[in-house]
């Protein structure tokens, strides 16, 4: 059977949402799905997946700390394991989606991608294929003028039921990929 690991962190809910959504769209699929939050485990081999799932908000244009810390501590045990090669050859069968939540109230999008592009090396690294960066506005809980006023226009809300619907349906074609 297919498996995959969903591994997240989330503040204020939103990126948990994406998770969830993520889940159910694999899941509906016929897919093996783990979810587990960054901040609570160390103990994960990529490499026993199919598909590694990386979600996270979007912190100051980049990932929060209880992101980079567990995968600059993964990264570290894969280099010591002699599993970062020069050249980065691809290993079969092993995927990456990246998923990032972010308000963008400043400057949209690009306040976002840098999260996926960095997130993503992490498994380009290792020779996994990062299948999709994923990034999914999301309403800025706790600022009111940065959720109406921003950028993207009023985010509240978001992501909202019809948002989810569309990334479990987006789950279920990457799905095929696998
Ligand atoms: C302290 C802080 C800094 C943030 N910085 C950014 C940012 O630089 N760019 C952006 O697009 N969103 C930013 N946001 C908004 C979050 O990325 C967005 O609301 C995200 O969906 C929150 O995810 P969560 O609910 O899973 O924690 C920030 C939010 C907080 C609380």
């Given at each position: 059977?297919?498996?995959?690991?969903?591994?997240?962190?989330?503040?204020?809910?939103?990126?948990?949402?994406?998770?969830?959504?993520?889940k159910?769209?694999?899941?509906?699929?016929?897919?093996?799905?783990?979810?587990?939050?960054?901040?609570?485990?160390?103990?994960?081999?990529?490499?026993?997946?199919?598909?590694?799932?990386?979600?996270?908000?979007?912190?100051?244009?980049?990932?929060?700390?209880?992101?980079?810390?567990?995968?600059l501590?993964?990264?570290?045990?894969?280099?010591?394991?002699?599993?970062?090669?020069?050249?980065?050859?691809?290993?079969?069968?092993?995927?990456?989606?990246?998923?990032?939540?972010?308000?963008?109230?400043?400057?949209g999008?690009?306040?976002?991608?840098?999260?996926?592009?960095?997130?993503?090396?992490?498994?380009?690294?290792?020779?996994?294929?990062?299948?999709?960066?994923?990034?999914?506005?999301?309403?800025?809980?706790?600022?009111?003028?940065?959720?109406?006023?921003?950028?993207?226009?009023?985010?509240?809300?978001?992501?909202?039921?019809?948002?989810?619907q569309?990334?479990?349906?987006?789950?279920?074609?990457?799905?095929?990929?696998?």
């Amino acid at each position: 059977m297919t498996r995959a690991v969903i591994l997240y962190w989330s503040s204020t809910g939103n990126t948990e949402k994406v998770a969830f959504a993520l889940k159910d769209g694999l899941e509906a699929a016929g897919v093996n799905v783990s979810v587990i939050k960054t901040t609570e485990t160390e103990d994960i081999d990529y490499f026993d997946y199919d598909l590694v799932c990386v979600g996270s908000p979007s912190i100051q244009w980049h990932p929060p700390k209880q992101v980079t810390e567990f995968l600059l501590k993964k990264f570290d045990d894969y280099r010591k394991q002699g599993k970062i090669k020069t050249g980065a050859p691809k290993v079969p069968r092993k995927n990456a989606l990246i998923f990032c939540t972010y308000s963008g109230p400043h400057t949209g999008l690009n306040e976002a991608t840098p999260v996926g592009k960095y997130v993503g090396q992490f498994f380009e690294h290792l020779g996994f294929t990062v299948l999709d960066e994923w990034y999914v506005l999301s309403e800025f809980h706790g600022s009111e003028e940065r959720s109406t006023k921003g950028r993207m226009g009023d985010i509240r809300g978001k992501p909202t039921e019809e948002d989810l619907q569309k990334i479990r349906m987006d789950a279920q074609k990457l799905a095929s990929k696998l």
